[in-house]
């Protein structure tokens, strides 16, 4: 680990994803050495990584969130003209 912002950022992301510190810690690691045997230049690989952790986790995370549902309601026309006829009493100047 470099810094203790590493250590900090990783932090987030397992708090933010329901993940252990240890399983996010272990993947940085995995990602950071795949990442520094394939570049020529390392400058910027810890950055590379912690992004590429970040998305890692995100991307779980709303692959988990049970999707969203909306119910259609179905009313009769008489009804919307009803309502529609309330409102342009209620609300007209």
Do not use: W
């Not at 810890?46 to 779980?60: C, E, G, I, K, Y």
């Amino acid at each position: 680990m470099n810094s203790d912002i590493d250590e900090t950022i990783l932090k987030e992301i397992a708090c933010q994803s329901h993940t252990s510190l240890d399983h996010v810690r272990s993947t940085y690691q995995s990602i950071l050495g795949d990442l520094r045997a394939k570049a020529r230049i390392h400058d910027f690989i810890p950055l590379l990584a912690m992004n590429s952790v970040r998305q890692h986790f995100r991307d779980l995370t709303l692959a988990s969130d049970p999707p969203i549902s909306f119910s259609v309601v179905d009313i009769s026309e008489e009804k919307a003209a009803r309502s529609l006829d309330f409102f342009e009493q209620r609300y007209a100047h």
